[in-house]
């Protein structure tokens, strides 16, 4: 699996972490003479704000551009790791041309579902704040641009266990999904590396997903002011809304506290996009299925 070559490897822990487990990963993957640069950000401190962790990796970074000016870049990310990687590359499009790939490993790109429960008014005091901001935009954009690799895993029919497969999704980046892995085992499981090694062979950027009565819905829903990723596990619960024309189902599910999920379901009964909004964003989330119904109407049947 090691290989020579003329490149830097970032491996970032995430959150209640600290780096052995993914620096021990990173050098399962490279020569012994590769760069490894697995900064160490505190199990504390992945606590408190993402602003400070995303900076101490932004040094660090920056210290490798003056140490290493020539090398490429691979960059890799467990968890809250590959989020703070996601933040780094919005805010410096200058180092795009340096990565050969990025790969987010069990990482809640679109948001934490957990993250939102820990901190349901998102009021900006603590990490599970910061873990519940969606930065699928910022994801997608970069992988339009740079082979991305998202490694994920199912235990429960739509979650590793923390973080929920809808929040790993990036367009146009590949996805491999394994079986049975937990989300803390994702940073230091033989599987990972192995797919990371067979991606680093044949990096590549997918092309934009069809654009289906079911890819629309989709990308209407997302953009849902306070919207956040959801399980797959209630997706049964809901009530069928509106069938497209492909006969794709959007159904509608409040649970009993009153907080508002979305599914859409496909004529297989695959859930392929499962969301909800809190009390703060009902408002929103009506409106906008009230604007789906109006605006896809000649596409849309009433069940």
């Not at 003329?6 to 600290?18: I, K, P, R, Y």
């Amino acid at each position: 699996m090691a290989m020579v070559s003329n490149f830097v490897l970032f491996a970032q822990h995430g959150w209640a972490d600290t780096n052995g487990a993914i620096a021990s990963l990173a050098h399962t993957l490279v020569a012994a003479d590769t760069p490894v640069i697995a900064p160490n950000l505190g199990w504390v401190n992945t606590w408190l704000r993402i602003d400070p962790l995303i900076q101490q990796v932004e040094t660090a970074a920056l210290a490798v551009i003056e140490q290493y000016p020539h090398h490429d870049w691979r960059v890799m990310g467990h968890s809250m790791g590959g989020v703070i990687w996601v933040e780094l590359l919005h805010r410096h499009p200058e180092w795009w041309s340096r990565l050969h790939s990025l790969t987010l490993v069990g990482s809640p790109i679109g948001g934490a579902d957990l993250g939102r429960l820990l901190a349901p008014f998102g009021l900006g005091m603590t990490v599970a704040d910061d873990l519940g901001v969606n930065r699928r935009p910022l994801a997608e954009a970069i992988a339009a641009q740079i082979p991305t690799l998202v490694v994920a895993s199912d235990i429960d029919g739509g979650s590793d266990g923390t973080v929920t497969l809808e929040s790993t999704k990036v367009a146009r980046a590949k996805t491999v999904v394994l079986s049975g892995v937990g989300h803390a085992k994702l940073k230091r499981h033989p599987q990972v590396g192995e797919a990371i090694a067979a991606f680093w062979k044949q990096p590549q950027i997918l092309p934009p997903e069809p654009d289906t009565p079911s890819h629309r819905l989709i990308q209407r829903l997302r953009q849902v002011p306070g919207i956040t990723d959801a399980h797959y596990r209630d997706a049964h619960k809901g009530s069928a809304l509106v069938t497209l024309a492909d006969n794709t189902v959007l159904c509608t599910w409040t649970n009993f506290v009153g907080v508002k999920h979305v599914f859409v379901v496909s004529t297989t009964g695959k859930c392929l996009y499962a969301g909800f909004v809190g009390w703060k964003h009902h408002s929103a989330l009506e409106k906008a299925l009230e604007e789906i119904v109006s605006i896809y109407g000649d596409r849309l049947t009433h069940r």
